[in-house]
């Protein structure tokens, strides 16, 4: 059946019936959900599965694997920010004080949730660190340099423990799961 979720594995049909928005009974086949039973025949956007053409042969499986691999992408981030902040002799407490300073940009959600991911999105994205850092690279800017890998830090421990960008349907829609 087309847009099927198959899986041997209770827990994780479980866990994905859940980020779908499925509500599952007590004698709901766990080994075998239909995305067309999503809340309004509706996958939401971040799902793995919204297009269930494209969703054709995808176990559960591989969707944790998905979601595994993009959170040790976070960590390896997270890792080599602070050894190269540590290595470019950037101010500890510096570090500490700015580390969660990207996360000001949810304040854009005082005006609406579209203008929130927005605002959100710009501030927790690759680009904008990674121009900062090659400012400060070519230009010997020590101090661009140090913010850069200060704000790329950030982003990798938001991936690594499972905060991605953000839809603007709701705070809770990232790109990596529901939070």
């Known amino acids: 059946m087309e847009g099927e979720i198959k899986s041997a594995d209770p827990v994780y049909a479980e866990n994905i019936a859940a980020g779908i928005g499925l509500r599952i009974g007590p004698k709901?086949?766990?080994?075998?959900?239909?995305?067309?039973?999503?809340p309004n025949g509706r996958v939401p956007h971040n799902s793995p599965e919204r297009d269930s053409n494209h969703s054709k042969g995808r176990t559960v499986e591989s969707i944790f694997y998905l979601g595994a691999t993009l959170r040790v992408e976070g960590g390896a981030l997270f890792l080599a920010s602070v050894a190269l902040?540590?290595?470019?002799?950037?101010?500890?407490?510096?570090?500490?004080?700015?580390?969660?300073?990207?996360?000001l940009s949810m304040l854009g959600y005082l005006a609406g949730v579209r203008?929130?991911?927005?605002?959100?999105?710009?501030?927790?994205?690759?680009?904008?660190p990674a121009a900062l850092a090659l400012y400060g690279v070519f230009t010997s800017g020590g101090v661009a340099l140090s913010l850069a890998l200060i704000w790329l830090a950030h982003i990798g421990v938001d991936r690594m423990v499972g905060y991605g960008l953000k839809y603007p349907t709701d705070f809770k829609d990232t790109h990596l799961n529901r939070v």
């Open 28 to 38: 709901t086949d766990l080994r075998l959900l239909r995305l067309a039973d999503a």
């Open 85 to 103: 902040y540590g290595a470019n002799g950037g101010g500890w407490l510096l570090f500490v004080v700015l580390l969660l300073a990207p996360d």
């Open 115 to 128: 203008t929130g991911a927005a605002v959100y999105n710009v501030f927790h994205a690759y680009p904008l």
